[in-house]
């Protein structure tokens, strides 16, 4: 019997991202492979300044490589800087975001936060809003759905940002240092959070990390310096 | 979601005042429209009102809303007798200012052709028409006289018989309505001394000349309060109703023959007086009302782009995020058209409210109305496109 080759949620084949021209070209991502398949949680280790957000922006559509290509699920979805989808489209179907700092948007309550990101996917007002009450439920910050993001403390802030992310159950979540304004505790919590939606959706997860505590959570990890990865 | 509705709710002091800001301007681009319309309905108000197919005024002159005009009172008598016309009625209107209660206040003094003319076409608010051949008026409600206040004009004192409202003259000011010999004999008032140094005036130049010597008796007339006059009294001009189905245009041809005066139709009239005295206040006006709509568009382009780069974090995530461009473009207009429509409706009761205490009538229509809400509304779209322009080029990495 054949072991049968689990699917890729992502996949880069050597993607490189230049700054500038001449003197002033900074290389800052250079010639990058990777893949991570469906239901597997990915570290992405490193010193600052050695390309780990340059490489998650580029692959999570924000950000265009210089060369390379990117292909998520099946889809070839950048080749070289030229996007080979309609990127927005591709970004909220597909992809969800959590980054250091929340970056709620202020002037929506927690919940509407969430809802947002379903609504604009084109899920009816009322499911949405039911939905997103479903994540507030299962991250345990319902009582704070009403609140603005001002009045929350950086970890409730934090699970909320994660809600939004996961809310339109993408095939690719990508993480920048998620835990970095979250106590140890709240740290793990969000860590074993991104595993069980890897396992029970299937989903591609890649977490930037410096946080060593949580290493375990990880199938695997990979390491940049310099712009290139060392696997 | 609406998220304009949100981003407002979230910072509703802020909005609200800008929005109190921009219904201000808007009430003064308002007020503008209004001080205009109220300039031409003062000025064609009593054309209309007395309700003339024809003016006859002083030959090659523009009538008396234009130019002075001056024609013996006996040619109402001529005009009686030309086929067509219905009636003819003397016309006199001047103004004078008096002081009332230490403030100068400014009359126009309208002379009714009585007894066929008793001011029965004046909307009386309060008393009567007139009644007597002299010595009764009926005041705009403006001047600030009562009902039964009795008035000194000249040598004589007038009673309020009745008040009548929104009667002004073209400069805005209140009419007095009078019979026409008492329009004339407060246009002609001389003071006391005047009289006798024109009695003493007329002795000496009746001695010096030779009428004087061949009529001794002349000399003894002059020192008399009148001496009897040759030449009827003088009025503004005559106006001229047509028997129902007459042709008016026939009946101005007829008297337009005549070569003391001219004739023109009440809407050459008119046309006289929006071409004339009115022009220039109006262009300046409409000049003035459209620099205002431009420093409206400017402020209003402002305070959205102002508010747009309030939310480029928050636009930035939306983008990153995957919302459509429409989505940020309805936030952005949205939110410029719910702050001119607040806007409007601030400018329209504020407006409501104000106006009456302006010196001149300010005149709001409903076109004027609704000509300013496709204004605002083009204001809005406008002003809108630097706070759009600005959204659309944020980039999703902002966020990072």
């Known amino acids: 019997m054949s072991e049968k080759t689990p699917e890729a949620a992502i996949e880069a084949s050597n993607i490189s991202k230049i700054y500038g021209s001449g003197n002033t070209e900074v290389k800052a991502m250079v010639d990058v492979s990777f893949t991570i398949s469906k239901g597997e949680v990915v570290g992405l280790l490193g010193p600052s300044g050695s390309g780990k957000s340059t490489l998650l922006t580029a692959i999570g559509l924000i950000n265009p490589p210089t060369s390379g290509q990117i292909r998520i699920g099946r889809e070839l979805v950048m080749d070289g800087p030229a996007a080979k989808v309609d990127v927005r489209k591709f970004r909220r179907e597909h992809i969800g975001y959590v980054f250091q700092k929340a970056n709620l948007i202020p002037f929506l309550t927690a919940l509407e936060n969430v809802q947002i990101a379903l609504e604009i996917n084109d899920v009816p007002h009322k499911e949405a809003r039911e939905r997103a009450i479903a994540l507030f439920e299962y991250l345990g910050i319902e009582e704070r759905k009403d609140n603005l993001p001002h009045m929350l403390s950086g970890g409730q802030q934090q699970r909320v940002a994660v809600a939004r992310a996961l809310a339109n159950k993408p095939g690719l979540l990508l993480a920048d240092e998620p835990t970095a304004a979250l106590d140890s505790f709240r740290g793990r919590q969000v860590m074993e959070l991104f595993q069980k939606v890897a396992h029970e959706q299937g989903a591609g997860v890649l977490v930037v990390t410096h946080d060593h505590r949580s290493l375990d959570v990880f199938d695997r990890t990979f390491e940049m310096e310099d712009g290139k990865l060392k696997k | 979601m609406n998220l304009a509705i949100r981003d407002i709710r979230h910072s509703l002091p802020r909005f609200l005042f800008t929005a109190v800001g921009i219904g201000m301007l808007l009430m003064i681009v308002m007020g503008m429209s209004g001080i205009y319309r109220g300039l031409i309905e003062d000025a064609l108000l009593l054309v209309d009102k007395i309700g003339a197919d024809l003016w006859i005024v002083q030959h090659n002159t523009r009538g008396p809303f234009a130019e002075i005009s001056r024609i013996p009172m006996k040619v109402e008598d001529r005009l009686r007798a030309v086929p067509g016309v219905k009636n003819a009625r003397a016309f006199v209107s001047h103004t004078i200012q008096r002081e009332r209660m230490g403030k100068p206040l400014r009359i126009v003094v309208q002379g009714l052709s009585w007894p066929e003319d008793r001011g029965e076409w004046i909307p009386i608010t309060n008393g ?46 209140g009419i007095a309505f009078f019979t026409v010999r008492d329009a004339v004999a407060i246009q002609f008032d001389n003071s006391g001394e005047a009289v006798r140094l024109e009695r003493d005036a007329r002795r000496s130049r009746a001695v010096q000349q030779d009428i004087g010597n061949i009529h001794p008796e002349l000399l003894n007339r002059a020192a008399l309060p009148d001496i009897p006059a040759l030449a009827g009294p003088m009025v503004s001009a005559v106006v001229v109703q047509t028997e129902p189905g007459a042709d008016t245009d026939k009946v101005a041809e007829t008297i337009s ?44 382009s402002l305070i959205l782009y102002t508010l747009t780069l309030d939310k480029i974090h928050a636009i930035a995530m939306l983008k990153l995020i995957g919302a459509r461009n429409s989505v940020i473009l309805g936030l952005i207009l949205q939110q410029a058209m719910i702050l001119g429509g607040l806007g409007y409706i601030l400018a329209f009761y504020s407006g409501k409210w104000i106006f009456p205490f302006f010196p001149r009538r300010v005149i709001i229509t409903g076109d004027d109305l609704i000509g300013l809400a496709f204004i605002v509304l083009a204001i809005s779209l406008v002003s809108s496109l630097l706070g759009i322009r600005k959204a659309m080029s944020v980039q999703p990495n902002e966020v990072l």
């Open chain 2, 128 to 173: 009567r028409f007139l009644s007597a051949a002299h010595f009764e008026m009926i005041a705009d409600q403006s001047l600030g006289f009562s009902l039964g206040e009795k008035i000194p004009l000249g040598k004589n004192t007038y009673t309020v018989v009745g008040l009548t409202r929104n009667m002004v003259g073209q400069g805005g000011d």
């Open chain 2, 257 to 300: 023959g005549w070569k003391d005066v001219s004739v023109h139709t009440a809407d050459n009239q008119r046309n006289l007086l929006l071409e004339g005295s009115v022009d220039k206040a109006r262009r300046q006006i409409g000049l003035f009302r459209a620099l205002l709509v431009i420093i409206s568009a400017i402020i209003m």
